[in-house]
Antibody, heavy 120, light 108 residues
Framework: QVQLQESGPGLVKPLQTLSLTCSVS??????????WSWIRQPPGKGLEWIGY???????SYNSSLKSRVSISVDTSKNQFSLRLNSVTAADTAVYYC????????????WGRGTLVTVSS | EIVLTQSPGTLSLSPGERATLSCRAS???????LAWYQQKPGQAPRLLIY???SRATGIPDRFSGSGSGTDFTLTISRLEPEDFAVYYC?????????FGQGTQVEIK
């Protein structure tokens, strides 16, 4: 079955870059049927879509984060990655990777999430 | 950006009771592109409903979704102990897809 797994540092200093990778199994990331997404959830709060990438490298980002975010894909490793620059405490959150359909926008498979804390 | 407002914030019910959760959009959600998710503590959200009323794979039929335009509802016909959780709606009819703030269903 489809599985997604986030990995990366759990602690990032203010103004540095947050970097996470999502490893996908059970589904080729090169499938033309899906977008690969990042979503985050600050502690005790709701969900915020960050952005997504298609296997070709085409991306779409939430306008509120667009100036600081970059998502890339490595089809050879069946992985995609998130970079968020100039982080502050407001970026502290559980970060999820998720799959969404190409022709629909709901998220049907999610990783378990990884907590990233921004602190000196 | 479409803003989704969920109500109530918290719903206190007993097992076996019916739960009715509301999701109201600030503008019409095209083509009923509305999904519902369930999230338990320490877990990722789980897709329940898409297209406003279609159940995702493996979701029990006690979960049902309805609505169109700006008003949508998730109904749990008879609450099971495992249904006590936070529920989020999400619209994906216009970019960016946005989530509601959530409704917590707690045991009374």
């Amino acid at each position: 079955q489809v599985q997604l797994q986030e990995s990366g540092p759990g602690l990032v200093k203010p103004l540095q870059t947050l970097s996470l990778t999502c490893s996908v199994s059970g589904n080729s990331i090169s499938s033309d049927n899906f977008y690969w997404s990042w979503i985050r959830q600050p502690p005790g709060k709701g969900l915020e879509w960050i952005g997504y990438i298609y296997y070709s490298g085409s991306t779409s980002y939430n306008s509120s984060l667009k100036s600081r975010v970059s998502i890339s894909v490595d089809t050879s490793k069946n992985q995609f990655s998130l970079r968020l620059n100039s982080v502050t405490a407001a970026d502290t959150a559980v970060y999820y990777c998720a799959r969404r359909g190409f022709s629909n926008g709901y998220f049907d498979y999610w990783g378990r999430g990884t907590l990233v804390t921004v602190s000196s | 950006e479409i803003v989704l407002t969920q109500s109530p914030g918290t719903l206190s019910l007993s097992p076996g009771e019916r739960a009715t959760l509301s999701c109201r959009a600030s503008q019409s959600v095209s083509s009923r592109y509305l999904a519902w998710y369930q999230q338990k503590p320490g877990q990722a959200p789980r897709l329940l409903i898409y297209g406003a009323s279609s159940r995702a794979t493996g979701i029990p039929d006690r979960f049902s979704g309805s609505g169109s335009g700006t008003d949508f509802t998730l109904t749990i016909s008879r609450l099971e102990p495992e249904d006590f959780a936070v529920y989020y709606c999400q619209q994906y009819g216009s970019s960016p897809g946005t989530f509601g703030q959530g409704t917590q269903v707690e045991i009374k």
